[in-house]
């Protein structure tokens, strides 16, 4: 077997500061909504925009080596945009690849969505659009999305389970329309210890009356800032092919978050 | 100095900070209630993911009589942030 070399290739940029404090209201305060609640728009680099966790997940790129061949890259990357346009609900425009010269054309996948949320305590709802297409386009899938999560209510859901264990979670279930109806399930966990992070996404599609799977996990170690040593995982069928695909690899991982 | 919320209730900015701890701590059964100051984070400390924060607008509204916007929440990193956000919606008394 070829010997294979992972050189982690990679920047970037410490995590910018949270810095979201609101300013305090003035006196004597107005009745109207303080300067501080004008609209404040965020951008964040992660792994992907499809859940929480895919965002806290570092973006990750990997280069490999095999003797004889060219040098391959393996990226998997995702910007989300989020802002408010209404006082109760706000927005986020998404884009993702799923692509590197590793990856044959038709394994990679390049994605972009609207999203609209609404708070209905104890519901989170989600309404979208979503464009995904393989590495040729040749298959293209746009669909219209409807998504709710529960807020919290059961250990672990939302919020660490306890102080001594740091493990979270949370599902999503949808309905897609585009090639048809397609209900799907999201389930996100992640454990936090220290300067170790691990967590692990798994989606389900019912997809012409079968059910397709696709696992996604990563074990990450703060480095610096918004940069990670990241061993990133995948098996499964994976939109919008959902044919039979896998990976392991280790590569130097970042995270942005930029208000703007 | 004293403030009033949408129903004509007083509030001092004490009185608002151990409300919204009352209610953070509710939300965080695990931690201990004078763990919980305006300094402790949300998401670092306590867990919450980005969407956990929304669970505090319907006890503010309940308890504080204040709306707070879901994108402001969204953006709030510690409980202090909370106290300011509502303080600051309160009208002058």
């Known amino acids: 077997m070829k010997a294979r070399a992972v050189a982690a290739a990679l920047l970037l940029a410490a995590l910018a500061a949270p810095a979201h404090g609101q300013a305090p209201a003035p006196a004597p305060p107005a009745p109207s909504p303080p300067a501080a609640e ?17 965002l806290t997940q570092p973006a990750t790129a990997v280069l490999e080596q095999e003797k004889g061949e060219p040098l391959y890259s393996v990226l998997d990357a995702g910007a989300l945009l989020r802002g408010s346009l209404a006082p109760r609900g706000w927005v986020e425009l998404g884009l993702r690849a799923h692509a590197g010269s590793a990856r044959p054309p038709r394994r990679r996948v390049y994605g972009a969505m609207a999203r609209a949320y609404g708070e209905l305590d104890p519901l989170l709802v989600a309404v979208g659009g979503e464009y995904l297409a393989d590495g040729n386009f040749d298959v293209r899938q746009p669909a219209a999305t409807l998504e709710i999560t529960a807020l919290g209510g059961a250990p672990g859901l939302g919020t660490w389970v306890s102080p001594g264990l740091r493990l979270r ?20 966990a992640e454990l936090a210890s220290g300067r170790v992070e691990a967590g692990l996404e798994a989606t389900g599609w019912l997809v012409q009356g079968s059910a397709v799977a696709f696992l996604q996990g990563d074990v990450s170690v703060r480095l610096v800032g918004g940069l990670f040593l990241t061993a990133s995982g995948e098996a499964g069928r994976a939109a919008p092919r959902f044919e039979p695909d896998g990976r392991l690899g280790v590569g130097l991982g970042f995270r942005l978050n930029v208000p703007l | 100095m004293r403030r009033k919320d949408d129903l004509g209730h007083r509030w001092t900015e004490g009185g608002v900070e151990r409300a919204v701890i009352r209610i953070v701590r509710r939300l965080s059964p695990g931690w201990a209630r004078r763990r919980i100051t305006r300094r402790t984070r949300l998401h670092t400390e306590l867990g919450w993911d980005e969407w956990y924060v929304l669970r505090v607008a319907r006890p503010v ?22 106290v300011v956000m509502v303080w600051a919606r309160m009208a002058a008394a």
């Not at chain 1, 004008?38 to 895919?54: D, F, K, N, T």
């Not at chain 1, 279930?173 to 399930?185: A, D, E, I, Q, T």
């Open chain 1, 38 to 54: 004008a609209a404040r728009w965020e951008l964040r680099v992660g792994h992907s925009y499809s859940s929480p966790r895919a």
């Open chain 1, 169 to 188: 979670w949370r599902p999503w279930l949808g309905l897609s329309w585009g090639s048809g109806l397609r209900p799907y399930g999201r389930l996100a």
């Open chain 2, 61 to 82: 509204r309940a308890a504080l009589h204040e709306t707070l916007d879901d994108r402001l929440l969204l953006n709030a990193k510690t409980v202090g942030e909370i």
